[in-house]
């Protein structure tokens, strides 16, 4: 199985600061028809995850385009570039290319 | 507009069988593929399986030969069909619409304990 490794665990960030967080994988994302299927999720306390990023660098229908997303293979990103109060919460990532679909452990946004 | 509702008993005993609906609206089952994905506080979440649009299935073999997701298309329904369930097996059960999972449902609480 694809492990998903996310870094940091917790990411204390002030209001309107850039906050950046890291998702490797332990095998090339890559797919044979050429697309890599990485996607980003936040989950907000009680709540469902919703879908922010998806291959890589793909904005979710509604997503403001504070984030963003990069990275190819094994080394992926996502950027919010100023941080609003509405973004607290753990992010996933996820990876689609290989059966198991699995997901990184998560990290938490909090205010600093 | 889509939407996904999990139902499931709560509370389920250890050894015995667990089964979870997911009831959606605004799209047609044969057009997405529909996927059930857990979070346990133990291992947070896990991807459990999928139902093609076509009707085919795939598991995850964490779960090995325990599990058997299904549908009714008349109705809207997609199931997950878990046996021999133990206390870690705890945790919210959700449906998703996609490949890659786009719209959940709102997850349901299972609790595994006597």
């Known amino acids: 199985d694809v492990v998903m490794t996310q870094t940091p665990l917790s990411l204390p960030i002030s209001l309107g600061d850039q906050a950046s967080f890291s998702c490797r994988s332990s095998q090339s994302l890559l797919h044979s028809n050429g697309n890599t299927y990485l996607a980003w999720y936040l989950q907000k306390s009680g709540l469902s995850p919703q879908i922010l990023i998806y291959r890589i660098s793909n904005r979710f229908s509604g997503v403001p385009d504070r984030f963003s997303g990069s990275g190819s293979g094994t080394d992926f990103t996502l950027k919010i570039s100023r941080v609003e109060p509405e973004d607290l919460g753990v992010y996933y990532c996820l990876q689609h290319t290989h059966l198991p679909l699995t997901f990184g452990s998560g990290t938490k946004l909090e205010i600093k | 507009q889509v939407q996904l509702k999990e139902t499931g008993p709560g509370l389920v005993q250890p050894t015995q069988t667990l089964s979870i609906t997911c009831t959606v609206s605004g799209f047609s089952l044969t057009s997405y593929y529909m996927q059930w994905v857990r979070q346990t506080p133990g291992k947070g979440l896990e991807w459990m399986g999928f139902?093609?649009?076509?009707?085919?299935?795939e598991y995850n073999s964490e779960f090995k030969s325990r599990l058997s997701i299904s549908r009714d298309t008349s109705k809207n329904q997609v199931f997950l069909k878990m046996n021999s369930l133990k206390t870690e097996d705890t945790g919210v059960y959700y449906c998703?619409?996609?490949?890659?999972?786009?719209?959940w449902g709102q997850g349901t609480l299972v609790t595994v304990s006597s």
């Open positions: 139902i093609r649009s076509g009707g085919s299935t």
């Open positions: 998703a619409r996609g490949v890659m999972p786009t719209y």
